[in-house]
């Protein structure tokens, strides 16, 4: 299918002015992405903004509720290729999954590379959930009700989160909402990061541009922690729904991630979306095709927290 037009037309200005990656450091990149606006706000019964307490950090969260009594949740994490975004850059997305899913949605703001490299994001994901899971009376929420999810680089750490909960036995979260995640793959380099290496938002000199900072060593690209799929644990995760697009690199990876946990006896519901790009969730105000993909992302985790 072709390209969406309306994203068309976004990619013909983006691409008329290239960011030069090999000058621009991480904090003028962050600068230009906060230029950009997150989209139309839809309205939810409340947000907070809030701070949690660690064992040796402070980290920012924002709670929106679609309704004023407790909920089943999802903890959310942005993406941004563990170097750019923040709860500010997907605030839209945040309030459209909550009313979506009619749940409360918990989204972290982690610690960015490559100030602080990985495993830092990955520390802060998991003990973000865990800090939310033993303080859920407080928070509103439902205790035995959580899930974990995010985009491109928050699918990451959402599937990393629950490997962790198995290997530390930690309170495991109930579903996985992964948006076309970074899972890393095995073997030779899958064709869509051929097929999609330039002109649809994410390249891929921009993915070892985010990696090279976010790595401390080309091995880390190997660890289960940055590439999910290499874990012996995969059958040990919660069921997930995997959203992949059509002109993204990262398609291939997250549809063979899909496919491995299928093997591995993971219940998934997984679907490509034609004429869509990496980060369709930010255009859901303006094509309809990325709303209903969300859509049908919040509506399987709405059947996995009210079943």
Excluded at 14 to 21: D, R, S
Excluded at 272 to 300: D, M, R
Aim: charged share 25%; glycine share 6%.
């Amino acid at each position: 299918m072709a390209l969406n037009p309306r994203i068309q037309a976004f990619l013909k200005e983006v691409n008329a002015q290239p960011i030069p990656l090999e000058t621009v450091s991480p904090e003028q990149f962050r600068n230009q992405a906060r230029m950009q606006d997150d989209g139309p706000k839809q309205e939810v019964a409340k947000v907070e903004d809030r701070q949690i307490e660690l064992n040796d950090r402070v980290l920012p969260i924002r709670i929106y509720r679609s309704e004023n009594k407790v909920q089943p949740a999802l903890v959310f994490y942005h993406g941004g290729g563990w170097v750019v975004g923040s709860i500010e850059s997907h605030d839209a997305t945040c309030r459209e999954i909550a009313n979506l899913a009619d749940c409360t949605v918990i989204s972290v703001d982690y610690r960015l590379a490559p100030e602080h490299k990985f495993p830092a994001a990955v520390e802060d994901a998991y003990d973000s959930y865990q800090w939310i899971t033993a303080n859920a009376e407080g928070l509103g929420i439902e205790h035995n009700k959580i899930a974990v999810g995010g985009d491109s680089a928050g699918g990451n750490l959402a599937t990393v989160v629950c490997l962790l909960a198995e290997e530390r036995s930690g309170q495991k979260p109930v579903f996985q909402l992964l948006l076309y995640p970074s899972t890393g793959y095995i073997g030779e380099e899958p064709a869509s990061l051929r097929e999609n290496a330039e002109g649809f938002l994410l390249t891929k000199r921009l993915m070892h541009w985010f990696r090279s900072h976010y790595y401390r060593t080309e091995a880390d690209r190997f660890n289960p922690y940055a590439s999910p799929v290499h874990s012996e644990l995969l059958h040990t995760l919660p069921p997930a729904a995997i959203l992949t697009a059509q002109y993204d690199p990262l398609r291939d990876e997250a549809l063979a991630y899909a496919e491995q946990l299928k093997q591995e006896g993971v219940d998934v519901f997984v679907k490509n979306y034609e004429g869509l790009i990496h980060g369709f969730a930010g255009f859901t105000a303006q094509v309809e095709e990325a709303h209903q993909a969300v859509a049908e992302g919040a509506s399987q985790l709405r059947q996995a927290l009210y079943k």
